[in-house]
């Protein structure tokens, strides 16, 4: 079943809910707290574009990149039907060099987090600093690691459907107390709704849990001040529940 290999299909399927508009006006609002004349911005990990086109729809001028072709792919097919002026790029953050300077770098839906080694994560933020103007923003979100610890993660269950195949996903996280990562091996049902047969992959996605002493120090390493991290959901400060953090820093 090609499409079940497919992970930018099944990708789109199972957040085609998510909040895309919502979470780009937290950017928004978070660019006009913390940066000064924010235009043009390269999207680290930006998937199928979605991000993009919102923020596009803003005012801004966006770029993004992302180690997968299926996404890559996806994203320009996206822009290009919404008439939309956005390029898109095959690229890993961790060793990508950038063509030019941006006012902003951002990195959504916890890439960050997919680094999971001291290494791989300060590629990815010495990238951004090449990336940035001095004076521009490096906005970020990762799992926060005193929410991963107090609430830690469940085995869960999730479904979705078109007129062509139901999905059925099942997540089961395993930590690692001395990586700080949670491997959450996943367990995805395809079943083609036409043929009636069902094809079942197995996957394993390691997710690296932040604390801010640690990013603070990358950061500054990197050429960066850390300005302020927060709380994804409430954009307040974090607390022993946060789950998830943005983090903002300045290119200095």
Known sequence: MKVFQDYAYYYNAFYKDKNYKGEVGQVHQLFQKYGINIHSIINYGCGTGK?????????????????????????????????????????DIRNYVPPHKYDAVISLFHVMSYQN???????????????????????????????????????????????????????????????????VHYEVLCIDKRKDNVAMINEIHSMRYFFRPELEMMLEMSGFKLLKNIDCNSLKDTDYYSWTSYFIAKAI
Not at 68 to 83: D, F, G, K
Not at 132 to 140: D, H, P, Q
Not at 154 to 160: F, P, Q
Request: charged residues 25%; glycine residues 6%; hydrophobic residues 40%.
């Open 51 to 91: 991000h993009d086109m919102e923020l596009s729809l803003l005012g801004y001028q966006c770029e993004g990149i992302d180690i997968s072709p299926e996404m890559i792919e996806i994203a320009r097919t996206n822009a290009r039907e919404s008439n939309q002026n956005i390029i898109y790029s095959v690229a």
């Open 117 to 183: 080694t001291n290494q791989d994560i300060l590629n990815a933020i010495k990238s951004a600093r090449a990336a940035l103007n001095c004076g521009g923003i490096f906005l970020f979100d990762v799992w926060y690691g005193p929410g991963v610890l107090t609430d830690q993660p469940v085995v869960r269950v999730k479904e979705a459907e078109d007129e062509t195949y139901k999905l059925i996903r099942i997540a089961r996280p395993v930590m690692h107390d001395k990586r700080n990562t949670v491997d």
